[in-house]
């Protein structure tokens, strides 16, 4: 069983910065690719960007590529999310996820476990 908290989320003005980051209790965290997806409003979730187990391989949504950058730290069950020139369009509520194996996944049925997640709000 992995459990994800996130932390970090906020409200904030366009072109603001803001890192969440969400902590994972499991022994075994550099088993599991980790991934960031986001709910708004009346929307699907979707992907925002996923990172593999030891951290050499990332890829985001074309949404957020480079504005958004997803780093992990194995020694401290984290994974990050470094959220740059925010929009009001990011607004929603992220979660993180975690997928055990080696393949990355952009879709959140091949993620076994989720946060509860974060909001973040940016305003115009």
Same mark, same amino acid.
């Given at each position: 069983q ?5 932390s970090g ?8 910065s803001?890192?969440?980051? #969400?902590?994972?209790s499991?022994?075994t965290?550099s088993?599991?690719a980790?991934?960031?997806?986001r709910?708004?409003?009346g929307k699907d979730?979707?992907f ?7 951290g050499s391989t ?5 949404s957020v590529k480079g ?8 020694a401290?069950?984290?994974v990050y999310?470094?959220?740059?020139s ?6 929603a509520v992220?979660? #993180?996820a ?6 990355l ?5 091949r993620y076994?476990?989720w946060?509860?997640g ?5 305003s115009?």
């Open positions: 992995v459990q994800l908290v996130e989320g906020g409200l904030l003005q366009a072109g603001g803001l890192r969440l980051s #969400c902590a994972a499991v022994r965290f088993s599991y980790m991934g960031w997806f709910q708004a409003p979730r979707e925002v960007a996923v990172i593999s187990r030891t990332t890829d985001y949504a074309d504005r958004f950058t997803i780093s992990r730290d194995n401290k069950n984290t999310l470094q959220l740059n925010l929009k009001p369009e990011d607004t992220y979660y #993180c975690a997928k055990p194996g080696m393949a996944s952009t879709t959140p049925v076994n476990y946060g509860q974060t909001q973040v709000t940016v115009s």
